[in-house]
């Protein structure tokens, strides 16, 4: 039992009830450790026996900074967690020791009270640190569609312009009936140039400019247009919530982020019944440094489009926010990876969970601190 006996009466259904909470823990892939104070290990469940390498039984008793060094940033998240009493999320953490090596790992801390107070830490590999890693390598991805964007707007787009002109110069000669003809090149060609202008936001190498955002703004921006446009037969929810501080951010660069999730998820859902909730609120404690270390930014601002659509096909899931992935026959699969470029120039990170009638996109992004509040 390792020092975990107390059964888990708040969940109240009986066959769960007489589960205890130790089982719980021990069946968790995810690692938990249970702290006396700030100082010793009271409990460790099997994912974290695997995870340092060492057993339950060793694990128990041992003080934390003989597990882990003392100057590693996991002992900062303890001290914080138990000093606010608020839980503490940091995604992206280098956990080293010199038994295991570096892990990139996502850590969340609990301040527990009861006999003495302690903390309960849960360590998971490769989920937003793994997405974290993905997204900086969007941007690796990202390049190399810079260089074909710069080829494709010399190659493709000077000659498109030809061929449009020529087919509106042939237009003003034809018969009405044959007149969809050119219209059909002039609007194919307009398609083409639009996904050459949208790749060439990938080679915009200028440094972003920032400043204080109002982001419910932006999402009433964002809605208005959705709904005169694409998303017209679809129902639209608010959540806001009204304190929410300024976005440290770029206006038209964040109107496109939302319009593209808006957009998908408006070609998401069904015909009939269509519903997109918007939703804003603050949740401290989540932190995220780059992969390399550097310093770590606090993400409190957290933005979510939900849709009661299909759902996201399993086979893209992996490859989400790369470039040029779609389910869509008429999709270029470059918005999520706009989206993700841009939430990662803001700092941010953009996550998703979806089945059937749930799919949501979460962007957290950094707050403007001290700043002025953005002009009207
Ligand atoms: N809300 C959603 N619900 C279900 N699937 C989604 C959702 N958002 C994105 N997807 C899936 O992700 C794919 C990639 O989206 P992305 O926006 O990058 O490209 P696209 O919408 O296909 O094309 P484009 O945005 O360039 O017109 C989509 O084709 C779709 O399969
Ligand atoms: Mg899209």
Do not use: W
């Not at 041992?62 to 914080?80: G, K, N």
């Not at 849960?122 to 941007?139: G, N, P, V, Y």
């Not at 569609?145 to 494709?152: Q, Y």
């Not at 606090?298 to 926010?321: M, S, T, W």
């Amino acid at each position: 039992m390792r020092g975990l006996t107390a059964p888990v009466a708040a969940i109240p259904h009986e066959a769960v009830a007489s589960i205890d909470a130790a089982q719980i823990l021990d069946a968790l892939p995810v690692a938990v450790l249970l702290t006396r104070d700030d100082r010793s290990i009271r409990y460790a469940n099997p994912a974290a026996e695997q995870l340092f390498s060492v057993s339950a039984a060793q694990l128990t008793g041992l003080e934390m900074t003989a597990l882990i060094p003392s100057d590693s940033p996991l002992h900062d998240v303890l001290a914080r967690a138990l000093a606010g009493g608020q839980p503490v999320s940091e995604y992206g953490l280098f956990l080293e020791t010199p038994r295991i090596g570096t892990h990139v790992v996502d850590v969340h801390v609990a301040a527990v009270s009861g006999q003495g107070q302690g903390a309960v830490i849960s360590i998971s590999e490769h989920s937003m640190a793994h997405r974290l890693d993905r997204q900086l390598s969007h941007r690796g991805a990202a390049r190399s569609v810079t260089a074909m964007a710069a080829m494709l707007a010399h190659e493709v787009k000077n000659p498109l312009s030809g061929i449009r002109g020529a087919a509106q110069l042939l237009e003003r000669g034809l018969r009405a009936e044959d007149r969809p003809l050119t219209r059909l090149i002039c609007e194919e060609t307009d398609r083409i140039c639009g996904i050459v202008d949208r790749m060439e936001v990938f080679s915009d190498r200028r440094v972003l400019e920032r400043g204080p955002v109002n982001i419910h703004k932006v999402l009433d921006h964002v809605r208005r247009l959705a709904f005169s446009g694409f998303a017209s037969q679809v129902r639209f929810f608010d959540r806001f919530d009204p304190s929410l501080p300024p976005v440290l951010g770029n206006r038209d660069q964040l109107v496109q982020v939302f319009l593209n999730l808006v957009k998908n998820a408006a070609e998401a859902v069904p015909e009939l019944g269509g519903e997109i909730v918007l939703s804003t609120s603050y949740q401290t404690g989540v932190r995220v440094g780059t992969l390399g270390g550097g310093s770590r930014t606090e993400l409190p601002l957290v933005i979510a489009v939900q849709d009661n659509g299909v759902g996201i096909a399993d086979d893209i899931r992996p490859h989400l926010f790369d470039a040029f992935v779609t389910s869509k026959t008429n999709g270029s699969g470059l918005g999520l990876a706009l989206v993700a470029k841009i939430v990662g120039d803001h700092g941010g990170v953009i996550e998703f969970e979806s089945q059937p009638r749930r799919t949501v996109f979460r962007v957290r992004l950094p707050i403007a601190a001290g700043m002025p509040a953005e002009e009207e």
